[in-house]
């Protein structure tokens, strides 16, 4: 079992809708990030969040997106105006303990974009 | 130049075989290494991880760098069908404080028949 949760596992929505992505850490855990998978391409890092803060963010991630913890638990991915380019599966991971850990993802969100 | 570059596959082999799978890239900054299984519609699941040069065991699985070629590799003995998957290499440079930001390889489609 994963060990963060993501909702909803797919999610369909109309070109120009805002979507919410959520992540739910199974612990208590500071470092988060989102990478996103379009099909048939490579995984690729948007964000990192640290101490709800944005420590470190791609080129990909540009004003559309949005991250917050807003509730100390949940994890979000905002995007305020969807475009058919961004369906993808996004995929939400955590750090692992000590200094230097790998990442463990969740199963991921598949966002269509239509 | 990619930064990392993987044979997408697929590659076929028969149960029992053992399988290596590869990687190399450019970056000369990065120093740690992760190896992740991904099934269908499921998040990366963690398998190796090693920031050092030489060979990592664990159980059927070891994992190779060798820094000074820019190469790693992913060995599987005795594979099973249910080793069928998709196998992505990753790797983050130590200015990032390893298990950030990570690059990942394309992915290799296996799949092993019985």
């Known amino acids: 079992e994963p060990e963060v949760t993501q909702t909803p596992s797919h999610q369909v929505t109309q070109m120009g809708q805002e979507v919410i992505l959520r992540c739910v850490p199974i612990s208590n855990h500071l470092y988060f990030y989102w990478y996103r998978q379009i099909l048939g391409q490579k995984v690729e890092f948007l964000v990192s969040?640290?101490?709800?803060?944005?420590?470190?963010k791609s080129e990909i991630f540009d004003d559309q997106f949005s991250v917050e913890r807003p509730d100390g638990s949940n994890f979000t991915l905002k995007i305020r105006s969807t475009k058919l380019e961004d369906s993808a599966m996004y995929f939400c991971?955590?750090?692992?303990?000590?200094?230097?850990?790998?990442?463990?993802f969740g199963n991921g969100t598949r966002l269509t974009v239509t | 130049q990619k930064e990392v570059e993987q044979d997408p596959g697929p590659l076929s082999v028969p149960e029992g075989a053992i399988v290596s799978l590869n990687c190399t890239y450019s970056n000369s900054a990065f120093q740690y290494f992760m190896w992740y299984r991904q099934y269908s519609r499921k998040g990366p699941e963690l398998l190796m991880y090693t920031y050092s040069s030489g060979n990592k065991e664990d159980g059927r699985f070891t994992a190779q760098v060798d820094k000074s070629s820019k190469y790693i590799s992913l060995f599987i003995r005795d594979s099973q069908p249910s080793d069928s998957a998709t196998y992505l290499c990753?790797?983050?440079?130590?200015?990032?404080?390893?298990?950030?930001?990570?690059?990942f390889g394309t992915g290799t489609q296996l799949k092993v028949e019985l």
């Open positions: 969040f640290y101490n709800n803060e944005i420590s470190e």
């Open positions: 991971a955590r750090r692992g303990a000590g200094g230097d850990s790998p990442l463990h």
């Open positions: 990753a790797m983050s440079s130590i200015l990032t404080g390893g298990g950030n930001k990570l690059t």
